[in-house]
Each structure stands twice: as C-alpha cells, then as structure tokens.
C-alpha cells in the first residue's frame, strides 16, 4: 500500500529502479523477494525494492572481478569525467533527489537538497584527484639502484553505508573508488536504499562501464555481505555505520587479512569557554545538534560550557531549539522530521528518562509521546544539571536532545571532553587563540570545529581516532584507501 502524499512524491518514487543493479543490468532477485521502503513521518511503506539473496550478492561480486582489470586501465581523465557528469547530472536533479530522501529518511527537504550537494561536491572532488595519482622516482642512498613507487588501485571492494546519510555516504566511498580505478559492490542500509539506487542510475547513465559499480538491497545485511567478505577476490572494505557493527566485520575481515576502512559513531563534546561568543556558540550548536535531526555521527552528543556562562547559554539553546517546527520534512517550514524508526526513537526516550531519573532537569521538550501524531517523532529537547552517570554522556544519542553540563577549568573541560571510547569529532568555542590551540592540541579526536558547529567538506579528510575507526574520507587522503603503494627496486650501474 502506498501513502505517499502528492503526485510529485509518488513521480520521484516510480521514477527510481527498485532492483539489483548487477554487471550493468537492473534485475529481480533470485526468487523474486522484495522488501518494503518505509516512510518515517508516517511509518508506512512507500515502495519495495529487490531483496537480493547471498548468491545474488556473488553475482555483485563476479561482475565486479569481471570488470576489475579493464577499468584499472581505463585513462585516468576518463574516469574523471564520468565523475564529472554525473556530479553534474546529481545537481540538475538535485530538487527530485532531495524530495526522494525526505519521503524515506525523513529529514526537511532543504536538509536533503544540501545533502545532495555535499555527496554530488565527493563526485566532483574525486573527479579533479582521479588525474593526480602519482608515484615517486629516487636514487637509493648508496646510489646502486633507482627505487621506483607507484599507487595501483587495490581492487574489488565492498562499500556498506548507513541510513543517516543516503546518498553523501556513498559518494564519500564511490567517487575515490572510481577515481582509483577500482571496482565495486554497493549495500545501502534497508531502511533507504532508494537515493542509492537513484544515484546508481545516475552513475550508469554517465557512462560508468559494466560491473564498475553492482549495488544489492537486502533485509538481510550479515547474510548477503559475509560471503563477500569470506571471498578471497574481495580486496577491500570500506564500513560506515555503528562502532559494534564495525568490530563484528573487522573479525570477520581478519579471515582473509582484508584491507579496511571504518567510520563509526562518535559522541563529540562540544565545549564553550568563558570567553566564547555565545551568540556564535548558540548558532554553531544549533548545527551541531540539530543537523540532521540529531542523527548524525558528528552530532554534538553532550556539551560542557563554563558554569559563568552555562545558564544563558542553555536558556538561549532552548528557545531555539524548542521554537523549531516539527512535521513531516516534504512539507513547508518544518525544520525537524521525525527519527528513522521506533526502535531508535525508543532508546532516544530511554536515555533522556534515565538522565531525567538521575537528577538532569528538562529545559524544553522532554520524553513523552507526542499525542495523535503518527511517525516516529521526538521533540527537540534540553537538558541541564546531567550528573556524570547518565548515560547519555556516554552513548551515542543520535537525536535532537542536548544535555549540558559545566566545568570550571580547561583541564576540566578538556578530560570531560576526553572521556570517552569515541574520537571522531569535537567542537570549540574561545576567542582565546592560545586556548584554541592548547585545547584543539588535546582532543582525541579525528576532527575538530573552532567556533563552528560543521566539519564535513569533501576536499577535507573526514575520520576518526580511537573506537570512531580509521581511514579517511574526502580531501587528498580520501583516494588513499582505495590504492596500494608497489615499489620496484630497479639496478642500475
Ligand atoms: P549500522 O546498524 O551499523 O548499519 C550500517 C550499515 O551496516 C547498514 O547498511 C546495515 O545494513 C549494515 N549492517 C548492519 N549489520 C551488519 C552486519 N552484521 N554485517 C554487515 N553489514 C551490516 O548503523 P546505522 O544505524 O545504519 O547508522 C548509524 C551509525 O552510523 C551511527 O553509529 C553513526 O555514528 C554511524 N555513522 C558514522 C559515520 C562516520 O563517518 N564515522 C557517518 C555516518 C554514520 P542494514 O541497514 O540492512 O541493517
């Protein structure tokens, strides 16, 4: 059954190909089975899309084996200009794929417009860093020989993406991997594999040759994805998702000693010193926190500001954040859609009930049901005097709740920060320069933000330390995870 409100969002649904995209062919799954695509602002299907089997995920992977060699070998420019149209193509389209990411992740349209923009910016980036791969020519240093260095793209891969982001976490891994020259198979997350379909598309029509890129959709992640990884011809792969599902396949990965790369959750601090200017601290928290409706590995999960200054700050973020329009995100003046499902916004509900418990007082918002309103909404909330034993000081929230604490020294603010298995990102407010850069020194933190509450830029490396992963994402780094460095010692009299 289909709910999808107007004409225009059941157009961009039906115009997307709800199959497996294999060897360059769209087909059914083995046996036909199909999964539902659920709308979160009402919890209802809005379409099926194929439900590939184990063996149809194999079929991904041969395809990729098949076209592997001939790709490495295609000119670099050329790889580089099949990026460039289809960046090209994503923003021509960019209103439709936004619509179309709204409908099955539930964030405002305009968020889902500038999330095409961000993963069409990997597409055009990767297009201009496809042409720069370079390799070095030295002399030994007894001068016997000549040491020549050159980056070969690794291989076949396998990219797994998470449904917070549909379509900039697939670019993050596909403009690199075509930019290498390698191969790949795609898994989107079940919940939204329509904006990943919809760029596969997109990648075809470009000119992307055979095999270059398979993509599957299926109910099943571990079953369809663990003969992947089990198989020798597979060379690399590249996670973003949660830390627990990230540790189970890098056990799984050590069978085959299998290159990878992880980007995993994160619960970035967000500190405001004394000398901060809050107006500035208000603003960047606002991004910070409510970007993607929390659901963000980069959300600010807890904030330590300054007892001086921590009432006005928290007084100023709740009048913000609680005069934001919930509502469906394809409807006009909505800022905030719903969460992805029950079961993340049921654990939302239950950490801000076990801070609550605990002794934290509710500013705005707060746990209970929003009454006669269907999807998976919770509101945006605020939370002051969080005692250290909360959990959400510890877990990954990924919903629109902000709790605050305080601290009277750096030292203080910079081991709360710390404190923490995660170290993906972190955000500072100071007009202190020194201060700026003793603290931004300290962090254990892939990525910081100085009086700003973004990060993310595809010509900057995106990643974490500690259980946030390893490798790089975007910037000049991005493309190093998906080539290996030979060397040919080369005599010479
Ligand atoms: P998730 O449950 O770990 O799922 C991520 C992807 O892995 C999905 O495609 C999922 O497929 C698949 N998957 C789940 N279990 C698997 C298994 N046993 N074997 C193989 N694949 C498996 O994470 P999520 O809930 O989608 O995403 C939210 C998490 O992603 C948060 O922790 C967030 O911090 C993190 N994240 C990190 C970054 C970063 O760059 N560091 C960026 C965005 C999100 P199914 O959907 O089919 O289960």
């Known amino acids: 059954m289909s709910t999808i409100g107007s004409s225009r969002e059941q157009e961009v649904v039906a115009q997307v190909p709800k199959g497996l995209f294999v060897g360059g062919e769209w087909r059914d799954a083995t046996g036909g ?52 149209r289809a960046w090209e193509a994503l923003m021509a389209r960019q209103d439709e794929l936004a619509l179309l990411m ?24 990767f297009a201009e860093e496809a042409v720069r791969i370079e390799g070095r020519w030295a002399t030994a240093p007894n001068g016997g020989m000549r040491m020549l260095t050159m980056r070969q793209p690794v291989g076949p891969c396998l990219l797994i993406t998470p449904w917070n982001f549909p379509m900039a976490m697939g670019t993050r891994k596909i403009g690199p991997a075509v930019a290498a ?4 198979v795609v898994k989107p997350a079940k919940q939204t594999p329509l904006s990943m379909l919809a760029l596969a598309q997109i990648l075809q029509e470009s000119g992307l040759p055979a095999g270059v890129l398979n993509v599957f959709t299926s109910r099943s992640a571990s079953r369809t994805t663990g003969p992947l990884i089990d198989d020798p011809r597979l060379r690399k792969l590249s996670f973003t998702g949660s830390t627990e599902v990230g540790r189970q396949l ?9 290159r990878v790369s992880m980007e995993l959750g994160g619960n970035a601090p ?6 901060a200017d809050l107006d500035a601290a208000v603003e960047g928290a606002m991004v910070a926190k409510m970007r993607n409706i929390g659901e963000a590995c980069t959300a600010a999960n807890r904030f330590h500001v300054h007892a001086s200054v921590a009432g006005a700050f928290a007084e100023r973020l709740a009048q913000r954040m609680g005069g934001l329009q919930l509502g469906r995100g394809s ?12 079961e993340q916004r049921d654990k939302v509900r239950e950490l801000v009930q076990d801070a609550l418990e ?20 919770f509101p945006p909330t605020v939370l002051t005097d969080v005692p250290d034993d909360a959990r959400l000081l510890r877990e990954e929230i990924f919903g629109p709740v902000a709790p605050i604490t305080t601290f009277e020294t750096e030292e203080e603010a910079i081991a709360a920060a710390n404190r ?24 254990e933190t892939g990525m910081v933000g100085l009086n700003q509450g973004l990060v993310s830029n595809a010509a900057a490396p995106f990643g974490g330390v500690k259980q946030s992963g390893f490798g790089r994402e975007g910037g000049a780094e991005g493309i190093d995870e998906y080539l290996s460095i030979k060397y040919a010692a080369i005599r010479a009299n």
């Open 33 to 84: 089975g199909t999964l539902a695509v659920e709308d979160p602002s009402t919890g209802e299907a809005l379409c099926e899309v194929a439900d590939a089997t184990p063996q149809d995920a194999l079929a991904c992977l041969d395809a990729a084996v098949a076209a592997q060699a001939e790709w490495a070998a295609v000119p670099p420019r050329e790889r580089g200009e099949i990026l460039r």
């Open 102 to 125: 709204t409908l099955e992740m539930g964030k405002p349209v305009a968020e889902s417009s500038a999330e095409i923009a961000y993963a069409g910016e990997f597409l055009r980036w």
């Open 181 to 184: 020259g390698c191969t790949m």
């Open 250 to 258: 890098m056990a799984q990965a050590s069978g085959h000693v299998l």
């Open 270 to 275: 967000f500190l405001v010193f004394e000398d």
């Open 331 to 342: 409807e006009d003046g909505v800022q905030v859609g719903p969460l992805i499902d029950d």
């Open 358 to 377: 605990k002794g934290a007082r509710c500013v705005v918002g707060g746990p209970e049901r929003i009454p006669g309103v269907p999807g998976h909404f």
């Open 420 to 443: 923490t298995e995660y170290g993906l990102v972190a955000y500072v407010f100071t007009r202190d320069l020194d201060r700026a850069i003793r603290v931004i020194e300290r962090l």
